[in-house]
């Protein structure tokens, strides 16, 4: 087994050049760029609310624009808000999403945090996206509940996709990083809450001029609809962002509390994106905030080296899964499963042998953070934008939060204070 395999990283790289650089391509990791509008099935009792250009909701305040885009368990559009004469986007849950089979806390996490917001001073709130409004549609598949937010831009994968290789300027990186960390903070110590899915596409850059922005979008992409089994569908688009470099103050906000949970009460126990997966998680031990720190730290590598630190994939024989491959990966960087650690999980007997050595990948390939960021484990390249002198640094804030043990995982209010993100004068 390699112990580094760049094969969707390669891909991207290889449309990359064709259609030239910087590219308009989201990363592949995570996205199906041919995939402009849901499956048509979604459109059925209890699920998706069918919508037509021009449409309004509740009591004709909000008239709908564009497509933003769609998720598992809800559509998101550009709207006009009458009321408030603004621009805002409109998030329409599946009517199973409350009182079905998918039952999720998200109208009660968004209140929560609306309601801490309104009373804290913390400054992490102005990096998670917060609730204007919300209300219920009826339709024909049932009840809706419908959100109201800001309209952001980009998602940082799209963001990514924009410069050589995937790799943000280690400058934006800082800052991304550290209003995720304020954002974090804030949901785990002040409102009590787990994201569980931090991932690129939930981190969306604020524009600037908002008003100004969307209005130019609009005058330039006319309205654009497609056909799926019959029927005519309106399509996703995107609102353009500049280069994060390029931005005088980039601002990013955490969206999408579809799947989050509250520290003491889980909505589920298999969580995360499988490539940002914390151990915890796939060994079924029991979990908290560690998860989103995590997440975190791999993301940080993403920005910063254009590549996805622990993918795993599945063997073509069949002699291993995807999550014996992730569990391998996280091993060969970070050292062995301590057993203390592995004696927590319900799940640990079916990948590790009580000896913690992996059952179905006994040998692998060692190697570490600091010859990942150095560039000495392909296909891995140092930022090329960060001085040696401030390697072990970065290396060191990494260990902070991917710690296999979450038990030794840094919170984000330790993390803030780290060296990397508050470098010594002199």
């Known amino acids: 087994m390699n112990a580094i395999k760049p094969t969707l990283t390669k891909a991207r790289s290889q449309i990359s050049k064709l259609l030239g650089s910087p590219s308009q391509l989201a990363s592949l990791e995570r996205l199906t760029p041919l995939r402009v509008t849901e499956e048509p099935d979604y459109y059925n009792s209890g699920g998706f609310h069918p919508i037509t250009l021009g449409d309004t909701f ?6 709908i624009l564009r497509k933003l885009g769609y998720g598992q368990y809800s559509t998101v559009w550009l709207a006009r808000d009458s009321r408030y004469q603004r621009f805002v986007a409109l998030k329409i849950l599946r009517a199973d999403c409350y009182g079905g089979p998918h039952d999720i806390f998200e109208r009660e996490i968004l209140s929560r945090i609306s309601e801490v917001s309104a009373k804290s001073t913390h400054e992490g709130r102005n990096y998670v996206s917060g609730l204007l409004d919300h209300f219920k549609h009826t339709g024909p598949n049932g009840d809706h509940v419908c959100f109201v937010f800001d309209v952001l831009g980009h998602h940082m994968d799209f963001q990514a996709a924009k410069y050589e290789d995937g790799k943000l300027p280690v400058k934006a990186v800082k800052v991304i990083v550290r209003q995720l960390l ?3 903070d804030f949901l785990h110590r002040e409102c009590g809450i787990v994201h569980t899915d931090l991932k690129p596409t939930n981190i969306l850059l604020e524009l600037e001029n908002q008003k100004d922005a969307v209005s130019q979008y609009l005058a330039k992409v006319p309205r654009r609809t497609g056909t799926k089994d019959g029927g005519t569908v309106p399509l996703r688009e995107v609102i353009t962002t500049p280069l994060i470099g390029e931005m005088e103050k980039p601002h990013i906000r955490i969206i999408d509390f ?3 949970s509250w520290r003491e009460n889980h909505l589920s126990e298999m ?3 499988s490539a940002l997966r914390a151990p915890e998680v796939t060994i079924g031990a029991p979990w908290d905030v ?27 024989n069949g002699s291993w899964t995807a999550e014996d491959d992730h569990l391998a990966r996280i091993s060969e960087v970070l050292g062995p499963f301590p057993l203390q650690f592995l004696e927590k999980g319900n799940r640990t007997a079916h990948f590790f042998d009580k000896n913690g050595n992996l059952i179905r990948i006994p040998d692998l390939k060692p190697t570490s953070l600091e010859r990942l960021v150095n560039g000495a484990t392909k296909p891995f390249l140092k930022p090329s934008d960060m001085p040696q002198v401030e390697v072990p640094i970065f290396v060191d804030f990494l260990r902070g939060m991917l710690e296999i043990d979450p038990g030794s995982r840094k919170s984000a209010s330790e993390l803030l204070q780290h060296e990397w993100l508050n470098p010594r004068n002199g």
Do not use: M, P
């Not at 998860?291 to 791999?298: A, E, H, K, Q, Y």
């Open 258 to 260: 579809g799947v989050a």
């Open 182 to 184: 304020l954002g974090l």
């Open 290 to 316: 560690g998860v989103d720190i995590w997440s975190l730290g791999c993301l940080v590598v993403e920005f910063a080296q254009g590549i996805v630190l622990f993918s795993g994939e599945a063997s073509r």
């Open 271 to 273: 969580i995360q994106s």
């Open 58 to 63: 509740n009591s004709d305040q909000y008239t």
